[in-house]
């Protein structure tokens, strides 16, 4: 089956901020669009919402007159659920409430044809479980949007056990014609996104926890050394606590209490104190007027260093030594096992061990280690660590090579994999498990994670970049480390790192 075609009646059932937007993007790509909600004069109220927003898109010259007005007509509010008779496709976007979804569709299905397309946007509830209780389950399938759905471009088509794959390539062809980018995935808890983006929460939150830094710090780090558009408690603060906590503790439970998606005790203590974030104006940060954001911890060196030297081949963190050659700094080439050495300072990326562990094995002394960047060419900031006992003036030394580098360093405790590279790890490893279990391919899963979250790079592209052997010696170093299940490889991880493969191969 092709796209639906625009002479299609869309319908959408709740017209709460994601079924008035749903609305809004099926209006706008030319469907006659009917917006049914319980709450009488909610439909009309969400109607009139869309167009003042439109208007402010006219008034900035994003959006021509025409186009407000043409997408408005499209718009007509129902008040009752036989209006829907003859529609070709029905959104449903209200609570998330097992059994109130499964009582509205066999409800809908008394009263559509039998061409009309189901779909649900749920963001956790199973499809399948939805869908059971159907006459024809087939024809009800998952039709994700994320918040705001006419901003945010990605789009979950999510099939249960009894979807029909054509209605699946409808939806997703559909999706595509509206403007988003679709991808396919089976019901699954947590589908794509809520999956496998439980550890960028859970390793901040843990390491918080550990006192490795402070929010401000691990946010500033993930922000300007890893890439991302915000930290996870910026991010958490804006989504709300309540919301965040409860999807962690609904896939949690759903996958049978594994410790990979264990809920953080510092995130429901700010649930159970009415911190929700920025709706409640206070999360982890204060958001009441003239509160002042406090300021990533960073330390800084007076230490003068103009030549460090190179033992073997730093790999991804190639583009630091651009950087420094750039700033005068003369680097010395040498074989050697990857070290980067100024004064009596070792420079060395992290591989999951602790400073200590690994200055003690390798026999490393005045060891700092370096966390991940997502492109040391251009990263503003880097975490740095150092064993126990380290020389004042190696630390300094080390500090003033990295400052040359045009680099802000900020010191964490000695925390295994430090902060980014252990929450790219363990991404990569919860997409790598999803691909293993045919949850979503490849290629779906890293355009699920870039245009549903805005991650820089898709986590399996992330690890493929990085190197499979690194990101595998990098988790079991942190599961040697806490004895913990949360960090066991993937299997997949482990398979192609024995076949010599990539995730994309």
């Known amino acids: 089956m092709s796209a639906l075609n625009t002479s299609a009646r869309i319908a959408v059932i709740g017209a709460g901020a994601m079924g008035a937007g749903i609305a809004q993007v099926a209006a706008q790509a ?24 439109l208007g402010k898109r006219v008034e900035n010259g994003k959006l021509s007159a025409d186009s407000r007005s043409a997408t408005i007509a499209r718009l007509q509010a129902v008040e009752a659920i036989e209006a829907l008779a003859d529609c070709d496709l029905i959104i449903e976007a209200i609570v998330e409430n097992l059994e109130v979804k499964r009582a509205l569709f066999r409800q809908l299905e008394g ?15 199973s499809i399948t479980s939805i869908a059971a209780q159907l006459e024809h389950p087939q024809r009800l399938l998952g039709l994700h949007f994320f918040n705001p759905a006419p901003v945010m471009a990605l789009v979950e088509i999510v099939s249960g056990l009894a979807s029909d794959p054509a209605l699946a390539e409808c939806l997703y062809d559909t999706a595509k014609a509206w403007g988003k980018k679709p991808v396919h995935t089976r019901s699954t808890p947590g589908f794509i996104v809520n999956r496998v983006a439980r550890p960028f929460y859970a390793e901040s939150l843990r390491l918080l926890q550990e006192g490795a830094a402070d929010c401000p710090t691990l946010d500033a780090l993930m922000r300007e050394a890893g890439g991302f558009a915000m930290g996870a408690f910026e991010l958490t603060d804006l989504i709300g606590h309540d919301v965040n906590y409860a999807v962690t503790c609904s896939v949690f439970d759903a996958y049978y209490q594994d410790t990979r998606f264990q809920p953080s005790l510092i995130q429901k203590e700010l649930v159970d104190g009415g911190r929700l974030g ?7 940060y204060a958001y009441a007027q003239g509160a002042e954001r406090p300021q ?69 002394r005045n060891l700092i280690l370096l966390d991940l960047a997502f492109d040391y060419a251009k990263a503003q900031r880097i975490a740095i660590s150092h064993a126990a006992g380290i020389d004042p003036l190696a630390l300094e030394q080390g500090v003033a090579l990295l400052q040359r580098a045009g680099l802000k360093v900020s010191l964490l405790s000695d925390s295994p994999a430090l902060a980014v590279l252990r929450t790219v790890a363990m991404l990569a490893n919860e997409a790598a498990d999803a691909l293993l279990q ?25 690890a493929d970049a990085v190197g499979l052997p690194h990101i595998l010696s990098t988790l079991d170093n942190l599961q040697a480390a806490y004895g913990e299940e949360r960090y066991r490889p993937s299997l997949l991880l482990r398979r192609r790192v024995a076949e010599g493969r990539n995730f994309h191969d």
Not at 32 to 47: K, S, T, W
Not at 319 to 338: A, C, M, P, T
Request: glycine share 14%; hydrophobic share 40%.
């Open 30 to 53: 030319g469907h006659p669009v009917l917006l049914l909600d319980n709450r009488p004069g909610a439909a009309a109220q969400a109607i009139e919402g869309i167009d003042r927003q």
């Open 438 to 462: 045919g949850v979503a391919s490849a290629a779906d899963i890293d355009l699920g994670m870039r245009a549903g979250v805005n991650y820089p790079q898709g986590p399996l592209a992330w």
């Open 296 to 364: 990533a911890a960073e330390i800084s060196s007076a230490a003068t260093v103009d030549v460090c030297a190179v033992e073997g081949d730093l790999g991804f963190a190639q583009g630091l030594l651009g950087r420094l050659q750039e700033q005068g700094v003369e680097v010395l080439q040498r074989d050697g096992r990857g070290l980067l050495r100024v004064g009596d300072a070792v420079l060395a990326l992290s591989d999951g061990r602790m400073a200590c562990q690994r200055a003690r094995e390798d026999g490393l």
């Open 111 to 125: 009263i559509c044809s039998a061409h009309c397309i189901l779909a649900s946007n749920t963001s956790s509830l």
């Open 278 to 284: 920025r709706k409640s104006g206070q999360g982890f």
